[in-house]
């Protein structure tokens, strides 16, 4: 290094600034590339960052500067009017914008999606009735870029939720000529994965979810999910799919056509992985539930058998005192009735001696009429058990008197 | 029964379970209920198991390769 002073950094980059603004050259250059980054603030000022793949820039939109088109956004191709500046306070080299517009490249393709869709609606497929996800997978398959970071985003995802998920990762291209392809083959894969017979061969669950996706890109980056053969494919798979490709733009056919849209492939993870510490809490739950429902009912049960026990124990000698009771009831009935009864027997008693003692032969014998009993005590009421000779008694009121029997007479009838 | 999804098997448990907290079942309708909430948990288990296995990383024309392999035999 010869002579001289070194020079002030920040004069340094001022001078280089004025050395670039000064060149015409550097002015109202006419610029190509893709948005990045794109970020307005609060202050009015938009910045981004224009790109492609061998060289990029940081570009700024001062406020009120020039129209932003709608169709501006993350990953759009556009033109760029604009000056060169350099940023001194970050030695940043930057591109001033004084017009921006988007290019309509895709407008052929353009064109055919829009025609896809129309077919797709027209046939029905988008009315299609859409399969909804299991609660949880037993066999899931990722159809995305080998490697790619959306792939190690959803491995990563899916094993923190669901820790040993079983998944098969089918590796394909997703941008480029061959992307359409692929992803095709791909779904193909995973048709076949999910058939009975193939998973009895294998021993394993078949597929029952898929999710195919990618992460972020430009319009044309993702445009093998706008192609009839990944439309097609798709809308015949006889699993739920997933459409994860990480994009805020336009409906994408394969978000429309497939049976669940996610916005992203780690989005698509949360909609299909639920956790699994939360599903064992939820069994775990129900389980104490069910015996908690169930014991309350064999207590409720239980108190009733032991109320019966008691009241069978008790039981019996109830049933006795009751018995000796009505026994006793009984008696005392029996015994007034018996009292009764022999009050009425003594009253007809009473008559009948009566009646017996005025029919008493003493009274007949006062009337003067005699009872006559032979020898051998017996009374004698006819002349026929008399025979001549015989001696009788002859009872008068007051006495016996013998007498010999003389002459018999039977009265004539 | 072999059918019956882990979706449908644990809207079946749900509703036993309401069920029973619901209460005022005989003795032998409760038994009933439970020995199916039983046997429906145990399945649910059973499938949530089945959820386990490897991680198959692929590439396509590997992938490919395996389905007409199996489609061979």
């Given at each position: 290094m010869d002579g001289g002073e070194p020079v002030a950094i920040g004069e340094f980059v001022q001078s280089l600034r004025n050395r670039l603004r000064s060149?015409?050259?550097?002015?109202?250059c006419l610029v190509r590339g893709e948005i990045r980054q794109w970020k307005a603030y609060p202050s009015g000022h938009t910045y981004f960052s224009l790109r492609d793949d061998n060289g990029q820039i940081s570009a700024v939109i001062w406020k009120g500067r020039c129209r932003i088109p709608s169709?501006?956004?993350?990953?759009q191709e556009v033109i760029v009017l604009g000056n060169v500046d350099v940023y001194a306070g970050r030695g940043q080299l930057q591109l001033i914008v004084e017009r921006i517009e988007p290019i309509r490249k895709i407008g052929a393709l353009e064109q055919e999606r829009q025609k896809l869709l129309a077919t797709l609606q027209m046939e029905g497929v988008l009315d299609r009735e859409k399969k909804t996800l299991p609660l949880f997978p037993k066999h899931l398959a990722l159809i995305t870029g080998k490697d790619s970071a959306a792939l190690a985003d959803m491995l990563r995802l899916s094993e923190t939720r669901w820790p040993g998920l079983r998944r098969t990762v089918i590796g394909?291209?997703?941008?480029?000529?061959r992307a359409v392809e692929e992803i095709t083959r791909g779904l193909a894969v995973a048709r076949h994965l999910s058939r009975k017979e193939y998973a009895e061969q294998t021993g394993m669950p078949p597929v029952d979810v898929v999710i195919v996706g990618r992460g972020g890109g430009s319009p044309e980056d993702l445009?093998?999910?706008?192609?009839?053969p990944v439309a097609r494919a798709l809308s015949t798979m006889p699993i739920p799919v997933i459409s994860a490709v990480?994009?805020?733009?336009?409906?994408?056919v394969s978000d429309v056509v497939a049976d669940i849209r996610a916005s992203t492939p780690s989005h698509a993870i949360e909609l299909a992985v639920p956790i699994l510490d939360d599903v064992l809490s939820l069994m775990v739950d129900i389980e104490d539930r069910l015996h908690r429902g169930s014991i309350r009912r064999f207590g409720e049960e239980n108190l009733r058998l032991q109320q019966l026990q008691l009241r069978l124990r008790l039981a019996p000698s109830k049933g006795l005192d009751n018995a000796v009771r009505h026994l006793e009831r009984l008696g005392n009935d029996l015994n007034g009735f018996v009292q009764s009864t022999i009050q009425a027997n003594k009253q007809r008693l009473a008559m009948l001696e009566g009646t017996l003692l005025a029919a008493h032969p003493q009274r007949v014998l006062e009337r003067g009429y005699l009872m006559t009993t032979n020898e051998k005590g017996e009374v004698v009421a006819?002349?026929?058990?008399l025979t001549a000779g015989e001696t009788v008694s002859l009872h008068f009121a007051d006495g016996t008197a013998d007498a010999n029997i003389d002459n018999i007479q039977q009265r004539e009838e | 029964m072999t059918e019956q999804t882990y979706s449908d098997a644990l809207r079946r448990l749900e509703s036993i379970v309401a069920e029973l907290e619901r209460g005022g079942m005989d003795l032998e309708a409760t038994l009933k209920r439970f020995e199916e909430g039983s046997a429906l948990l145990e399945r649910c288990q059973g499938e949530l198991k089945e959820a386990e296995g490897r991680l198959e990383k692929l590439r396509l024309e590997d992938a490919e390769a395996m389905v007409e392999e199996a489609k061979k035999e």
């Open positions: 060149d015409e050259r550097n002015r109202n169709e501006i956004e993350e990953g394909v291209t997703v941008q480029g000529e445009w093998a999910f706008n192609l009839e990480g994009h805020e733009s336009d409906l994408l006819k002349v026929t058990d | -």
